[in-house]
Structures are given as structure tokens and as C-alpha cells.
């Protein structure tokens, strides 16, 4: 069965310090989104992309957060001067369409530590 | 905006009883879907079950089974004949349907643990 995938599974950074999250979303998928979830708390929204493009971004999406889409595959997420408070596990999802029964489907996610 | 409450943190159940992990909701829409995820330690996202607001009889996936009740908006799940592998985190969400945004809202999560 085709899968989300994320890597690394794990990146440790400096505060302060650039980082990048990669994923791979399932490939007939048109639909992108990143979510983290802060240890132990609930699962957060960040953004939605579609068409090379942002849809929607949450407040915690901030100018410090970029994302992209550099090839027919890929799509990044850009931490540009990582904060302590950035510290979580960032989950990228895709979809087939935005239909009310089109789930999202998770990668395992970036663990994201921040010292 | 939209809201999804799981009220109880932690559920602890004998392995191969059933066990209904509940959800309550709350919005304005009259199109959405409600979604359950299944979190295990190793931290992935597991799509398990999906309930449109339209669908007249609720879902079910095997084990799993989606109790709805449009009127008191509650999207309880049903996990039958629990097995020690269920032991996870389980999150309700909720996601709005048409004309508007397409992300998905969580609970904060129900801990299962199944005790042998």
C-alpha cells in the first residue's frame, strides 16, 4: 500500500539554526499538509498546500515557516531560526481530493529536538 | 469553529472485551467528516474509521466500529474483541467538507491500554 514518507526520523539542531523536513507524499495525491504534535499534546495544524500553493496556515505558521514543493514529488518543510518551543514531532499528510470522506495519510513523522 | 472533545485521557480494558472511546464534537456545518487515528508508541498516524455527517448508517472496518449520533454530535469509537496490540493513542478529528478549509481538527486523546 502506498505510502506517506518523511525523513530523517529524527533531527537534532541548534537553537537558532535552519532545518528542513522532507516528505514524499503518496504520488497521485494533490493535497499536502504539515501538523506537529508538542510531546505529549494534541496534534496541531500548520498548513495545507494544493497547487503550488498555500491554502490555509495556522497561527503557529509564521513567517519563520516556509514550505515547498521543489519537484514532482517532494514537499518541504523550512524552519528557518528553530526556537526551543519548536521542539516536536512534525507529521506531513496528503490526500486525494478534499472531499468529506478523503482521509489524510500520515507519514511517521520528523522528531524534531531543539537545543 | 469547530471543536472536538475527548473526555476521557486514559481507558484501560481486558484483553478481548469491547471498548467505546468517546467523542463529542462541535460545529456549525451541516457537511463534515469525523475521523478516528490510531497513535501507537512508536509514534505514527494510523487512519482506522471515517463517518460522514450525511451517511444514514454508521461505519464500520473490521474490529472497529463508529458510533454516531448526529443529534447529540457524538462520534464514539468501538473497538471489539480487544487485542494487547490496540494499546495506543486514539484521536478523533474532524474536518470540514466543502467550500471551506480542508485541515483536519484533533481531540487532545484517548490513552487505550488492553491488559492481558
Known amino acids: 500500500e502506498p505510502e506517506v514518507t518523511q525523513t530523517p526520523s529524527h533531527q537534532v539542531t541548534q537553537m537558532g539554526q535552519e532545518v528542513i523536513l522532507h516528505c514524499v507524499p503518496i504520488?497521485?495525491?494533490?493535497?499536502f499538509y504539515w501538523y506537529r504534535q508538542i510531546l505529549g499534546q494534541k496534534v496541531e495544524f500548520l498548513v495545507s498546500?494544493?497547487?503550488?500553493?498555500?491554502?490555509?496556515k495556522s497561527e503557529i505558521f509564521d513567517d519563520q515557516f516556509s514550505v515547498e514543493r521543489p519537484d514532482g514529488s517532494n514537499f518541504t518543510l523550512k524552519i528557518r531560526s528553530t526556537k526551543l518551543e519548536d521542539s516536536a514531532m512534525y507529521f506531513c499528510a496528503s490526500s486525494d481530493w478534499t472531499g468529506n470522506n478523503s482521509p489524510l495519510h500520515f507519514g511517521n513523522g520528523t522528531r524534531l529536538t531543539v537545543t | 469553529a469547530q471543536k472536538i472533545t475527548q473526555t476521557q485521557p486514559g481507558m484501560f480494558v481486558q484483553e478481548k472485551e469491547a471498548v467505546t472511546l468517546d467523542c463529542t464534537y462541535d460545529t456549525s456545518d451541516q457537511s463534515y467528516g469525523l475521523f478516528w487515528y490510531k497513535q501507537p508508541s512508536s509514534g505514527e498516524m494510523i487512519f482506522l474509521i471515517y463517518q460522514g455527517s450525511y451517511d444514514e448508517q454508521n461505519a464500520t472496518e473490521g474490529r472497529y466500529s463508529l458510533n454516531f449520533q448526529k443529534a447529540r454530535k457524538s462520534a464514539n469509537l468501538v473497538i471489539s474483541a480487544s487485542q494487547l496490540g490496540d494499546s495506543a493513542m486514539y484521536f478523533c478529528?474532524?474536518?470540514?467538507?466543502?467550500?471551506?478549509?480542508?485541515?483536519?481538527?484533533f481531540g487532545k486523546g484517548t490513552k487505550l491500554t488492553v491488559n492481558p
Open positions: 504520488s497521485n495525491h494533490l493535497y
Open positions: 498546500f494544493y497547487n503550488n500553493e498555500i491554502s490555509e
Open positions: 478529528a474532524m474536518k470540514r467538507t466543502q467550500g471551506g478549509s480542508e485541515k483536519l481538527v
